[in-house]
């Protein structure tokens, strides 16, 4: 088992936060935490009505998974993707959603993707 360090998670915010101004995902209350996942790398969890996500590092991966600085920021630039794209994801799971909903969210979601594109 491989130990992810200090230097590691570091490195992590700061991708992290490098990601969410690339993406201009601003007005978000970004919080971190350096945590075993239970076999896990990365993960992001958010409350989109707050603007609030937790970006985590796992503290432990299995000994086949390569571990540098590139791999890092990988991990970094996933997790803010789906923080981008998700609101999407989210309304699908609705078990009722208007079109009117899921036309407003795709819209929100190109109008970002034409900034950035």
């Known amino acids: 088992m491989k130990k992810t360090t200090t230097a590691h998670f570091e490195h992590y915010k700061a991708c992290v936060q490098k990601y969410m101004d690339k993406y201009k995902l601003i007005g978000w209350r970004v919080y ?13 969890e958010a409350d989109y009505r707050n603007a609030s996500a937790t970006f985590f590092l ?8 390569p571990l540098s600085k590139q791999v890092v920021d990988e991990w970094a630039k996933h997790e803010v993707i789906h923080l981008l794209i998700d609101p999407l994801y989210l309304l699908s799971l609705e078990r009722f959603v ?9 819209e929100r979601l190109v109008v970002h993707l034409e900034g950035l594109l």
Not at 58 to 65: F, N, R, S, V
């Open 98 to 106: 208007s079109q009117d909903e899921l036309d407003t969210v795709d």
């Open 32 to 44: 971190f935490r350096h945590c075993d996942l239970e076999g896990g790398y990365a993960k992001y």
């Open 58 to 65: 796992g503290t432990h991966l299995p000994d086949d998974i």
